[in-house]
T-cell receptor
Framework: DVKVTQSSRYLVKRTGEKVFLECVQD?????MFWYRQDPGLGLRLIYF???????EKGDIPEGYSVSREKKERFSLILESASTNQTSMYLC??????????????FGPGTRLLVL | EDKVVQSPLSLVVHEGDTVTLNCSYE??????LLWYKQEKKAPTFLFML????IEKKSGRLSSILDKKELFSILNITATQTGDSAVYLC????????????FGKGTLLTVNP
């Protein structure tokens, strides 16, 4: 019953490291999303992608980039990790159009600690 | 700036109680309001509401939207310990991209 998987549940990195968070979905969804979730701030959208090689910035794209070379895989890249990027990162996928939200599935999350 | 406010931020009840969670919003262009349940990890979709006054129901959970007063409630009757979770409200304010504005969530704890 696997739907959205994320490469790591927990990750510890050093300031300045390049960090890759991987997300894979098996539902053939067009849309994929990266969110971060922080206490007191809720979920915030970093980037989303509506097709292979297509991406759109969300609310907080600064310090992040993304890559979608295949439909099922969406990667989040922290070019130079900083302590303020310590957070829970959630990936999600969905169908396009009006069915987007009712078909959105989230992955289990990656808890990233940047020291 | 779009805003979604949930109340209360946390709530502790006993099994069997009925609870009401609140979500109010201010957005430039409302399209739909969504409720999610988040246990230890991934949020799971509960309801999507687009029209005022039409109750959505799933088992012991129900939700309704008031577009005039800009709020929604999520009701849970006969609560069980398995209902313990963070309940998230989010609003789709339309536009050309897929963007939800989330509230901070309500942490519900159901004690036996």
């Amino acid at each position: 019953d696997v739907k959205v998987t994320q490469s790591s549940r927990y990750l510890v990195k050093r300031t300045g490291e390049k960090v890759f968070l991987e997300c894979v979905q098996d539902m053939d969804h067009e849309n994929m999303f990266w969110y971060r979730q922080d206490p007191g701030l809720g979920l915030r959208l970093i980037y989303f992608s509506y097709d292979v090689k297509m991406k759109e910035k969300g609310d907080i794209p600064e310090g992040y980039s993304v890559s979608r070379e295949k439909k099922e895989r969406f990667s989040l890249i922290l070019e130079s990790a900083s302590t303020n990027q310590t957070s829970m990162y959630l990936c999600a996928s969905s169908l396009p159009g009006q069915g987007a939200w009712e078909t959105q599935y989230f992955g289990p999350g990656t808890r990233l600690l940047v020291l | 700036e779009d805003k979604v406010v949930q109340s209360p931020l946390s709530l502790v009840v006993h099994e069997g109680d009925t609870v009401t969670l609140n979500c109010s919003y201010e957005v430039t262009n409302f399209r739909s309001l969504l409720w999610y349940k988040q246990e230890k990890k991934a949020p799971t979709f509960l309801f999507m509401l687009t029209s005022s006054g039409i109750e959505k129901k799933s088992g012991r959970l129900s939700s309704i939207l008031d577009k005039k007063e800009l709020f929604s409630i999520l009701n849970i009757t006969a609560t069980q310990t398995g209902d313990s979770a963070v309940y998230l409200c989010a609003v789709d304010s339309g536009g050309s991209n897929y963007k939800l504005t989330f509230g901070k969530g309500t942490l519900l704890t159901v004690n036996p």
